[in-house]
């Protein structure tokens, strides 16, 4: 945890370990040993989900570039809030190569994936691009999530941090803190 703080020996100093530091110290003339040295000797480890991200689709040539772009926000945002494993994109048998057909499943089951993500990015006639993506259960073969945006391409960052959001939500059950205002028109 970023709030954490590092003791000496003991590892980092987590809300957990302070209210057993300090119930502990209040005990201190009676048995310290049970419930909290345990804490000090076995972190707990959260579950982290491996997640396949390839490249977002380009329409055309001129998309080519918000694409990359808000593939590589959402990598970085999954990646830092440390519940997601990213798997390498030299890994994937299946190029995904047409957003509207279903993936190869067995191919991301050989690799150990856990979920999918694909998506695209199209410009609008009118200048602005329509980002679609899918978020798919690679064990169950279901999409778990399906949704397009419309924006101008230099809120690209914007539209990556609302598809982190809505990734990490379906996949950990919390709300993501990766866009602070609500969903791109």
């Given at each position: 945890m970023a709030?954490?703080?590092?003791?000496?020996?003991?590892?980092?100093?987590?809300?957990?370990?302070?209210?057993?530091i300090g119930t502990a110290a209040g005990m201190a003339m009676f048995a310290w040993e049970p419930a909290c040295a345990i804490l000090?000797?076995?972190?707990?480890?959260?579950s982290m989900v491996r997640i396949a991200l390839p490249d977002f689709l380009a329409s055309t040539p001129a998309d080519a570039e918000p694409a990359r772009l808000i593939s590589e926000v959402i990598a970085a945002n999954l990646e830092r809030s440390g519940r997601f494993v990213l798997i390498d994109h030299a890994a994937f048998g299946d190029k995904v190569t047409n957003f509207d057909v279903p993936p190869r499943f067995p191919d991301w089951r050989a690799i150990k994936t856990a979920a999918l993500v694909i998506g695209r990015v199209t410009r609008q006639p009118d200048?602005?691009?329509?980002?679609?993506?899918?978020?798919?259960?690679?064990s169950e073969a279901?999409?778990?999530?399906?949704?397009?945006?419309?924006s101008a391409p230099d809120n690209y960052r914007r539209i990556a941090n609302v598809i982190s959001d809505a990734v990490y939500d379906a996949l950990i059950g919390e709300n993501g803190h990766?866009?602070?205002?609500?969903?791109p028109r």
């Open positions: 709030d954490d703080i590092f003791l000496s020996g003991l590892g980092a100093l987590t809300r957990r370990r302070f209210v057993c000090f000797r076995h972190p707990v480890e959260r200048g602005r691009i329509k980002v679609e993506f899918r978020l798919w259960d690679v279901a999409q778990l999530i399906g949704k397009q945006y419309f990766f866009d602070s205002r609500s969903s």
